[in-house]
């Protein structure tokens, strides 16, 4: 097993292959059966990355080889210029390999204390309601689990699971 470096840096232009991997890793294993259109997953993913540094950037951990052992960012969630600040969905993600050494609760308080830092007033994150490792870190660090959000006007694929709504701050 490799040790881990668990400090926390900006993620850099060359990091976007790692980062998308260990996304489209946990898209895939959350969502089986593939029915998501990977080009505009994997363009809408990009466009997110390289506009990361104009809202709030992406940060990462690494292990000793340099290689990403998990990252954070925070997208906006209201596109209303009025409000553009007003909540931010938070999005964390940690290496298959490397999960349940800390990664996750270090990259979520991180986040949290960015956030503070700017004009947000709440973050939120959502997860699958079965996914308990994820719901027990965000509870761990102060989360408040709002609940199961309605089916939305676009919910016609019975393959996709409902998710489970928290905020914070």
Not at 76 to 90: A, D, K, M, Q, T
Not at 96 to 109: S, Y
Not at 126 to 143: D, H
Request: aromatic share 12%; net charge neutral.
């Amino acid at each position: 097993m490799k040790t881990l470096n668990l400090l926390i840096e900006t993620a850099r232009d060359r990091d976007y292959q790692q980062i998308f991997a260990i996304w489209l890793d946990h898209i895939n294993h959350t969502f089986p059966g593939n029915f998501f259109d990977q080009r505009r997953l994997a363009a809408h993913f990009r466009e997110n990355f390289i506009t990361r540094n104009k809202l709030y950037p992406f940060y990462t951990t690494r292990d000793e080889d340099d290689e990403i052992t998990g990252w954070l960012g925070v997208i906006r969630s209201c596109h209303n210029p009025l409000r553009e600040n007003f909540c931010g969905e938070v999005s964390i993600y940690v290496r298959k390999d490397v999960r349940h050494e800390g990664i996750g609760t270090l990259l979520m308080q991180h986040a949290v204390e960015k956030a503070r830092q700017t004009e947000l007033q709440y973050l939120q994150a959502y997860t699958r309601v079965t996914n308990y490792a994820i719901r027990k870190l965000l509870l761990n660090c102060g989360w408040e689990e709002i609940g199961i959000p309605p089916l939305s006007l676009e919910s016609s694929n019975n393959n996709m699971q409902r998710t489970l709504l928290m905020y914070a701050l």
